[in-house]
């Protein structure tokens, strides 16, 4: 069997396994109401931001798509689409796991730290999976159709460029949670900065790590 057949096998079982722990976290017991109301809120959020994002982005990358197809040929700007519309989607699985398993892993923590564990462990697989199942399936589509490792750059170009202004955003993204939890605890509950008592303490804390 070819390698490009090899590697397209292991991609797609790598994005099985992503759909099986997705299901798997999905199944967990979310909480009371006002957990759900929280949880609701955020990952609406979440998701009306990064689709924003992607409209944004959208134009960027067709933008580029168009530069390289005028310039480099069809091929490398279909590369590049192909690499940007993966990149995206590995971006819209992980946000949408990872809010959804917020709630269940403070659930899970209620009564078993193993269990939150197991969920939290889970929700950062599926992230982790989807990135190389669909970067692995791209890199092996694109060779068994062109056999070009230099059509493959494209692939590459799209996925970064999508990456790199999602970082910038999540940037952005989260120096909104660190700015917020400043506010509730120092505010409106009187407790000092990074006090252990304001659990929006762990969103800012993650903001000055991606900072």
């Not at 955020?42 to 982005?57: D, L, S």
């Not at 949408?96 to 730290?113: D, G, M, P």
């Not at 062109?146 to 999540?170: C, D, M, T």
Request: glycine content about 12%; proline content about 2%; cysteine-free.
């Amino acid at each position: 069997m070819r390698l490009e057949y090899w590697s397209m096998l292991a991609a797609l079982l790598a994005l099985l396994f992503t759909f099986y722990l997705a299901q798997k976290v999905k199944r967990q017991k979310t909480g009371n109401d006002k957990m759900n109301e929280i949880s609701d809120a955020i990952h609406g959020g979440a998701m009306t931001y990064m689709k924003r994002q992607y409209r944004v982005i959208g134009i960027f990358a067709l933008v580029v798509a168009a530069i390289l197809f005028f310039g480099r040929g069809w091929e490398l700007s279909v590369s590049f689409i192909y690499g940007a519309l993966s990149s995206a989607v590995a971006g819209f699985i992980g946000m949408n796991i990872a809010t959804k398993a917020n709630v269940r892993t403070t659930e899970a923590a209620r009564s078993s730290l193993d269990k939150a564990l197991s969920i939290a462990f889970s929700s950062g697989g599926v992230v982790g999976l989807s990135v190389a199942g669909l970067g692995i399936l791209g890199v092996s589509v694109l060779y068994y159709f062109f056999k070009e490792p230099e059509i493959i750059h494209g692939f590459g170009l799209g996925a970064s460029s999508i990456a790199l202004f999602a970082r910038v955003g999540g940037g952005i993204f989260t120096k909104a949670a660190d700015v917020g939890a400043d506010l509730v605890g120092k505010v409106e509950a009187g407790i000092p900065e990074d006090d252990p008592r304001n659990p929006a303490v762990i969103a800012d804390n993650v903001g000055d790590n991606v900072g």
